[in-house]
Each structure stands twice: as structure tokens, then as C-alpha cells.
T-cell receptor, first 114, second 117 residues
């Protein structure tokens, strides 16, 4: 069975500093990988995805993520955090082929301190 | 920018009652999904729907659950006899049918918070 792990429930970072939100996956085969962000009382907003090609993918709001097949990781990064980046971040995976359901990690609450 | 909408935003019901959660997917999308998130837990897949039939369903999606696309715009989730443990945030999502081997991200609605008393 496939699974996605986000080892940190909470990440705190000072404004202007780089941020990393970690994600590892356990999927048989080659997955599609995603990051979503959830603001209070809002739905899940798509940030970026890895399908194939370059291991470094760039997404919305200056976020990027690096796919590392050997470490089965897909960490979310941003060079300079903003207070407005404070939100709940979810990593998700799905298998290639007909299966399209997303398997989510448990989420990481990012707090950017002014 | 088009978005997925869901109604109501919050539904309170008594245990044993039937509830219908409504979603309007993005108009040119063809794949639809329901997920749920119990407070403090992961977002979990319930069911996917394509071409007027269920494509996949999880073990959570038992006989108490059903989905329907009653017209060209709405996509509904019905829970026939709600239980306390059905209390959760329910998210609808949609995605266009991707050409070839590409994969489109799923677009999520804002969710319906279901509270079963």
C-alpha cells in the first residue's frame, strides 16, 4: 500500500529565512507527487507537482520542490519565507496509470515569524 | 479563475439522519472526487467518479455512502444514516481528463464541515 509521510507536524521559521517542509513517500512504481496548501477555512490549493523530467520543480508563490528518487523524498522549499506563507501544507502522491486517487501526508503546519 | 464550489459550508445533523453534500465541479472537468478529513487527521480518499459511474472507492465508502451527478453541473455525496464518526470536513475535487500520459492536478473545493450529533 502506498503511503506519504510528513515527519514534522510543525515547522517554525523566521521571515526572510529559507524554509523546508519534508515529505517522503512509499509507493511501488513511479509516483506523481504534489504539494497542496490549506489556509484556515479554505480548501486545498495546488502548489506544484512532479510528473517527470527535472527533479527540481517550481510552483506557485515562489515555492519549489526537489524529487529525490533514491531517498524517496519530495521536500518543499522556498528561499525566503513570508509571514503570509503560514499555513498547513500537505504532500500527496498518486500512482501512474488508471489509479488517480491522492494519498495525503498528515500535514505540516508552517509558521513564519515576523 | 474557475473554482470548485461546495454547499453547505457547515451541516449539522442528528445521528441516523440522511445528509446530502453538494459540489459544483469546474465546468469542463470530467473526473470528480470526494475526500474527507476527520479533525486532526489526514485527508482520506473516498470515491472517484467518471462517465457517470464510480471509478474507484476506498474501504471507507461503504453502503451508507452514494454519489450522483444528477445534472450537468452538480456532484453530490449522500450519507444515508449518519454516524458520529462521520463528522469530518468533506472535500470535493475535480480534474480534466488528461490527454496521453499527462496528469492534471486535482482542484479542491472549500469543503463542507459535517457535524453529527
Amino acid at each position: 500500500a502506498q503511503s506519504v509521510a510528513q515527519p514534522e507536524d510543525q515547522v517554525n521559521v523566521a521571515e526572510g529565512n529559507p524554509l523546508t517542509v519534508k515529505c517522503t513517500y512509499s509507493v511501488s512504481g513511479n509516483p506523481y507527487l504534489f504539494w497542496y496548501v490549506q489556509y484556515p477555512n479554505r480548501g486545498l490549493q495546488f502548489l506544484l507537482k512532479y510528473i517527470t523530467g527535472d527533479n527540481l520543480v517550481k510552483g506557485s508563490y515562489g515555492f519549489e520542490a526537489e524529487f529525490n528518487k533514491s531517498q524517496t523524498s519530495f521536500h518543499l522549499k522556498k528561499p525566503s519565507a513570508l509571514v503570509s506563507d503560514s499555513a498547513l501544507y500537505f504532500c500527496a502522491a498518486t500512482l501512474r496509470g488508471s489509479a488517480r486517487q491522492l494519498t495525503f501526508g498528515s500535514g505540516t503546519q508552517l509558521t513564519v515569524l515576523p | 479563475e474557475p473554482e470548485v464550489t461546495q454547499t453547505p459550508s457547515h451541516q449539522v445533523t442528528q445521528m441516523g439522519q440522511e445528509v446530502i453534500l453538494r459540489c459544483v465541479p469546474i465546468s469542463n472537468h470530467l473526473y470528480f472526487y470526494w475526500y474527507r478529513q476527520i479533525l486532526g487527521q489526514k485527508v482520506e480518499f473516498l470515491v472517484s467518479f467518471y462517465n457517470n459511474e464510480i471509478s474507484e472507492k476506498s474501504e471507507i465508502f461503504d453502503d451508507q455512502f452514494s454519489v450522483e451527478r444528477p445534472d450537468g453541473s452538480n456532484f453530490t455525496l449522500k450519507i444515508r444514516s449518519t454516524k458520529l464518526e462521520d463528522s469530518a470536513m468533506y472535500f470535493c475535487a475535480s480534474t480534466p481528463l488528461p490527454p496521453g500520459n499527462s496528469y492534471n492536478e486535482q482542484f479542491f473545493g472549500p469543503g463542507t464541515r459535517l457535524t453529527v450529533l
